[in-house]
């Protein structure tokens, strides 16, 4: 009776570490699948947070930003601090086209810079 119990106990060890190699083969041989779905995930929650403006544009980043409140374009921070655009869009008397005449003057910078998309 207790060579029986010891049968069945390396049984039961040989089918799990059967498993344990079945189940490390798979991830193996999937391993360019789950890397990709990793990958696209980070994209998607890179572009989330980005809303998919192109926020971080090396040739506009420098002297232009973008306003993704008021007109989802690019426009000069230089013109944006001389012609008082925060005031204007954020006052207490602000109203949203004054906002976006203000920023939609500010497409080009004085040293020629265009802003535009």
């Known amino acids: 009776m207790l060579s029986k ?3 069945n106990k390396g049984q039961s060890f040989i089918e ?4 344990i190699i079945f189940i490390l083969i798979a991830l193996i041989v999937f391993q360019k699948y789950i890397a990709r779905g990793i990958y696209g995930r980070w994209k998607a929650a890179g572009d989330s947070l980005s809303s998919g403006a192109g926020l971080y544009d090396l040739d506009k ?16 921070v230089a013109c944006y601090d001389i012609n008082n655009c925060a005031k ?4 207490v008397s602000s109203s949203s ?4 005449s203000c ?5 080009t910078s004085s040293s020629g810079v265009t802003c535009n998309d």
């Open 5 to 7: 119990r010891t049968a």
């Open 16 to 19: 799990y570490i059967t498993m």
């Open 103 to 107: 920023i939609n003057g500010c497409h």
């Open 97 to 100: 086209a004054q906002c976006i």
């Open 88 to 91: 204007v869009c954020y006052g």
């Open 61 to 76: 980043t420098l002297e232009c930003e973008y306003d993704y409140v008021f007109t989802n374009t690019w426009y000069n």
